[in-house]
């Protein structure tokens, strides 16, 4: 579990921004306010396991996109993680500087794990004598580090972090058998993962879960099309008659729920599991629906939420999830935890999450200027 995230002048967020997690964690922003850069941030971690750095940037858009901008010299990019694996302290840090807009190069690396660690700064590694990676200036030394015993469960826990934007449309077409775990970002490869689970696993209670939010749908299979697999829900009427209709015949709100709650059930469980605002095209009387399975998610995996649904934060429990203020201004977007008053309000149940964003209680009022 990350126990710590630090970011400065990735993509729009600003200098320093700390926000200590829990297992449940909820961003609230206005639209555009970069809540979802905190999120972009992991993901960019991800795919630096994953791909190395050169691809993660490539997958970024390029370094330009993921530093944010600034009139004269480049802003270095600095991520760091504190974290938990295994009841042991671990930690993670990189920091990417560059001459001009163009160009990147690692300035620092630090990992952790139990007190077996090692720092790459400016191309020198310090670390045990029998970790001697191969690093160049546009290279993390973790990449290659990941099978060292000491430090595998650092890279699989930054490697399998995943962050859901479900796309309705991804879910609603016949899809190709991907074999590649974990489900994918928009849900490119949700039938697959529906295809590898048996009926005796997780898929039961996101039947459960979906007749709870439709009233009808009772079961859910994948078929065969061609060479294509095809999501099917079965909805309850005539006895005499097998009312099976294919997903593209579902609404976006149902097939976004399907999705969402396929993230938060999928097996193995993810060490870290982001959301991008879980209330999009989904009725409001499924919300409730939606946050009790993110809270029985984050029994198994540390859960982060961005949203700026009234509706999704009324049913928030102080005591069960950690509230962070996201907002934007000339210097970046800022974050910093639920203030002790609103907290206080909440808690007394003199108002909720929800009146709050109402009142325009739930934003940082930070300033607006030039750009850096």
Not at 263 to 279: D, T
Not at 325 to 348: C, D, F, M, W
Not at 356 to 372: D, F, I, N, T
């Amino acid at each position: 579990m990350i126990t710590r995230l630090r970011l400065t002048n990735f993509r729009s967020v600003g200098r320093d921004v700390d926000l200590a997690l829990g297992s449940l964690n909820v961003l609230v922003g206005r639209n555009g306010s970069g809540k979802s850069n905190v999120l972009r941030a992991l993901t960019f971690l991800r795919d630096a396991m994953r791909l190395g750095l050169p691809g993660a940037v490539t997958h970024a858009n390029g370094i330009d996109a993921v530093r944010r901008h600034s009139k004269g010299h480049p802003h270095n990019v600095r991520i760091a993680l504190d974290l938990q694996i295994d009841d042991q302290p671990a930690a993670y840090e990189i920091e990417l500087t560059g001459d001009s807009v163009q160009e990147y190069r690692v300035k620092l690396e630090r990992a952790s794990v139990g007190g077996v660690g090692f720092e790459v700064r400016d191309g020198e590694f310090t670390g045990p004598e029998n970790l001697r990676p191969n690093v160049d200036a546009q290279s993390l030394a973790l990449t290659s580090l990941g099978g060292d015993l000491r430090l595998r469960r650092l890279w699989e826990t930054l490697a399998n972090t995943a962050v859901y934007t479900i796309n309705p449309s991804e879910l609603r077409k016949p899809q190709k058998f991907i074999s590649e775990t974990p489900m994918l970002s928009e849900g490119e490869n949700w039938v697959s993962v529906l295809h590898t689970q048996s009926g005796a696993g997780w898929k039961r209670d996101l039947v459960a879960a979906l007749t709870k939010l439709t009233g009808d749908i009772d079961d859910l299979k994948v078929t065969k099309a061609a060479s294509f697999l095809v999501a099917e829900f079965h909805h309850v009427g005539d006895s005499k008659s097998k009312r099976w209709f294919p997903a593209e015949r579902e609404s976006d709100g149902t097939l976004r729920v399907a999705g969402i709650l396929t993230a938060l059930l999928q097996e193995p469980s993810l060490p870290v599991i982001g959301i991008e605002e879980p209330e999009q095209t989904v009725h409001p009387g499924a919300l409730p629906i939606l946050y009790d399975h993110l809270l029985e998610a984050s029994t198994r995996s540390q859960v982060v939420v961005t949203t700026h649904s009234p509706i999704l934060l009324n049913y928030i429990n102080l005591d069960q999830c950690r509230v962070f203020i996201v907002g934007r201004g000339e210097h970046g977007t800022q974050a910093q935890p639920l203030a002790e008053p609103q907290r206080k309000s909440v808690a007394n149940d003199l108002l909720s999450l929800g009146d709050l964003m109402l009142a325009g209680e739930l934003q940082l009022e930070l300033p607006w200027g030039e750009p850096e």
